[in-house]
């Protein structure tokens, strides 16, 4: 499956749901940005997981 940018995918090994930020074709790589990690009162930046397609589920699609 091809996968684009702001895709919503679960990481299927971590049970992770994130949204597609980064697409490397060539390597088959993707940039996973976690959006359900969340901690009251503090501004931390969301885990990124670096994944291949096949380690991927695909949610929703991108409506642009």
């Known amino acids: 499956m091809k996968f684009e940018l702001f895709d919503k995918v679960l990481i299927k090994n971590l049970n992770v749901i994130g949204t ?8 088959d790589n ?3 940005e976690d959006c359900s990690y969340y901690h009251e009162n503090e501004i931390l930046p969301y885990p990124l997981y670096d994944c291949k397609s096949s380690d991927l589920e695909m949610i929703k699609k991108d409506n642009k």
Do not use: G, H, K, Q
């Open 30 to 32: 993707l940039i996973v």
């Open 20 to 27: 597609v930020v980064d697409v490397d074709e060539e390597s």
